[in-house]
């Protein structure tokens, strides 16, 4: 299967007379695919004539350095797995330099404040460098409708809202979030885990599950309380946050607001490995 490497390349490929009226779907990724990644494909296969994946480790999104040494990168794996799904697929996987140019650096984005909240607080600058990277892509590849999972739910939010704000032609399809079967959201990093923490981690999806049973009698602060107390029980685990937000300001939920949707967002750390989640608490 062919791999485009520079974005030239794949624009005289995009550009030929018999692409130019095709409907382009397109899947940003950083690799390492799994499940979750190939749904977000049938869907774009389903529904568009063009679909590129794109593969790249966009180093100006990682707040921390050895994160962004230990990101799983298979490409030949992933490259395998396309192949098996869809021959026609178009995957792009640059070099850094081919996206930034020797210039690896992030622009400043105003996401109205959906980038101070949860995952922008605990990880700095991280949404300007999605927000770099992403516009660059859509730059590059101009798609019709682009996929986006809801695991990185405010990454979605964030998305629309640059797209929004930068006039950028393109639909945003957020897919739901794609399970294994013990209920862990299926994650690129999901590799780095040992066995068992692997086996472990299908806690973050029952304490979730428990935490929105609770939210439809409990006060949003009483199950903030209540997560955090059963996440002490198991000491392998490190919770950096877990926080209820409206689905669309991201604001934090102080006193429930009749018909407004909330979702559960949680960050924990096993095996010093991040692993974010959320659950939509409808
Ligand atoms: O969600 C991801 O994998 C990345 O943040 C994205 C959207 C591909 C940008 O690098």
Same mark, same amino acid.
């Given at each position: 299967?062919?791999?485009?490497?520079?974005?030239? !390349? +794949? #624009?005289?490929?995009?550009?030929?007379?018999?692409?130019?009226?095709? %409907?382009?779907?397109f899947v940003p990724t950083m690799? @390492?695919?799994?499940?979750?990644?190939?749904?977000?494909?049938?869907?774009? +296969?389903?529904?568009?004539?063009?679909?590129?994946?794109s593969?790249f480790?966009n180093?100006t999104q990682?707040?921390? @350095?050895? &994160? +962004? %040494?230990?990101?799983?990168?298979?490409?030949?794996?992933?490259?395998?797995?396309?192949?098996?799904?869809?021959?026609?697929?178009?995957?792009?996987?640059?070099?850094?330099?081919?996206i930034?140019?020797?210039?690896?650096?992030s622009t400043?984005f &105003?996401y109205?404040?959906? !980038? $101070?909240?949860?995952?922008?607080?605990?990880?700095?600058?991280?949404f300007d460098g999605v927000g770099t990277i992403v516009k660059k892509l859509f730059e590059i590849v101009?798609p019709? $409708?682009a996929y986006f999972?809801?695991?990185d *739910? #405010?990454q979605l939010?964030i998305v629309r809202k640059l797209v @929004?704000?930068h006039?950028i032609?393109v639909?945003i399809?957020?897919?739901?979030?794609?399970?294994?079967?013990?209920?862990?959201?299926? =994650?690129?990093? $999901?590799?780095?885990?040992?066995?068992?923490?692997?086996?472990?981690?299908?806690?973050?999806?029952?304490?979730?599950? #428990? @935490?929105?049973?609770? *939210?439809? =009698?409990?006060?949003?602060?009483?199950?903030?309380?209540?997560?955090?107390? !059963?996440?002490?029980?198991?000491?392998?685990?490190?919770? !950096?946050?877990?926080?209820?937000?409206?689905?669309?300001?991201?604001?934090?939920?102080?006193?429930?607001?009749?018909?407004?949707?909330?979702?559960?967002?949680?960050?924990? *750390?096993?095996?010093?490995?991040?692993?974010?989640?959320?659950?939509?608490?409808?």
């Open positions: 299967m062919h791999v485009f490497q520079t974005q030239k !390349e +794949l #624009q005289i490929e995009l550009n030929k007379t018999e692409n130019q009226s095709k %409907k382009i779907g690799g @390492a695919l799994h499940e979750g990644h190939l749904s977000l494909l049938e869907q774009s +296969l389903a529904e568009n004539e063009i679909t590129v994946l593969i480790v180093p990682f707040n921390n @350095a050895d &994160d +962004l %040494k230990k990101y799983p990168r298979t490409l030949e794996k992933d490259v395998k797995l396309v192949e098996k799904l869809n021959k026609k697929i178009l995957v792009y996987a640059p070099s850094v330099s081919d930034y140019e020797g210039n690896t650096i400043s &105003d109205d404040g959906l !980038e $101070n909240q949860m995952e922008g607080k605990h990880r700095p600058g991280h101009k019709t $409708n999972g809801e695991k *739910f #405010q939010q @929004a704000k006039k032609q639909n399809i957020g897919c739901e979030i794609f399970r294994e079967e013990s209920g862990l959201a299926m =994650s690129s990093r $999901n590799e780095r885990l040992s066995e068992s923490a692997r086996a472990e981690s299908k806690l973050i999806y029952q304490i979730l599950s #428990q @935490a929105k049973e609770k *939210f439809v =009698s409990k006060s949003a602060n009483d199950v903030v309380l209540f997560v955090e107390k !059963e996440f002490k029980k198991h000491p392998n685990f490190t919770l !950096e946050y877990f926080e209820i937000a409206a689905e669309d300001t991201l604001l934090t939920c102080k006193r429930k607001v009749k018909n407004k949707k909330y979702r559960g967002f949680i960050a924990v *750390f096993i095996e010093n490995i991040r692993l974010i989640d959320n659950i939509s608490l409808k």
